[in-house]
């Protein structure tokens, strides 16, 4: 069964800590990508990348950075925590002609304390 | 913004077949409806997709009208274990698009 892993299901972390959620999918897909999800905001694309060592930047990239440097893992750091990080973050990723839809993590719960 | 509307809530009965319906009146010829739904606390999770013809797989069927303004999915037998939110979406055939979520139809399968 193909997989999308999100390393950690819940963290909690202090402001200004450096975070990293780290995501790994199995398929050989070329585009991966990290979405926040809050309620009544659906949704909100952060960061993407089309192949190792791309990225591009989405919606929201302000306080975000992303690192691929093999192209099964895609890392999502936050450089300095704070409490509007706190989030559910979502990772997935496509292949190349996306016919069959985007594969997602289980999402990692993270609270900025 | 999302291209498709849904009902906010619906509830289904298990054992009974739950139909979601879905409107896209906007949808253009190459773009694809697709499903996702998502379980309390998890990811999204793909479920089905079509392009004009009905669609059928282990999880669910997908019926989109002639004019492909608007579409249903169907889950024959629906469990608990589809309580979910569930997401109606266009994309296009290929290449990188942002998921655009709407709110969703929120299925609440009681026993």
């Known amino acids: 069964d193909v997989k999308v892993t999100q390393s950690s299901r819940y963290l909690v972390k202090r402001t200004g800590e450096k975070v990293f959620l780290e995501c790994v999918q199995d398929?050989?897909?070329?585009?991966m990508f990290w979405y926040r999800q809050d309620p009544g905001l659906g949704l909100r694309l952060i960061y993407f990348s089309y192949d190792v060592k791309m990225k591009e930047k989405g919606d929201i990239p302000e306080g975000y950075s992303v690192s691929r440097e093999k192209k099964e893992r895609f890392s999502l750091i936050l450089e300095s925590a704070s409490t509007n990080q706190t989030s559910m973050y979502l990772c997935a990723s496509l292949n190349g002609d996306s016919l069959y839809g985007y594969t997602f993590g289980s999402g990692t719960r993270l609270t900025v304390v | 913004d999302a291209k498709t509307t849904q009902p906010t809530s619906m509830d289904c009965a298990e054992g009974r077949a739950a139909n979601l319906p879905c409107n896209h009146s906007?949808?253009?010829?190459?773009?694809?409806v697709y499903w996702y739904r998502q379980i309390h606390s998890q990811g999204p999770q793909y479920i089905i997709h079509?392009?004009?013809n009905n669609e059928t797989n282990e999880m669910a069927s997908l019926i989109i009208t002639e004019d492909r303004k608007s579409s249903t999915l169907i889950l024959p037998h629906a469990t608990l274990r589809d309580t979910a939110v569930y997401y109606c979406?266009?994309?296009?055939?290929?290449?990188?698009?942002?998921?655009?979520f709407g709110t969703g139809t929120r299925l609440l399968v009681s026993p």
């Open positions: 398929m050989d897909h070329e585009n």
């Open positions: 079509g392009l004009k």
């Open positions: 906007t949808i253009s010829g190459n773009e694809y």
């Open positions: 979406i266009v994309l296009e055939a290929a290449g990188f698009q942002k998921l655009v």
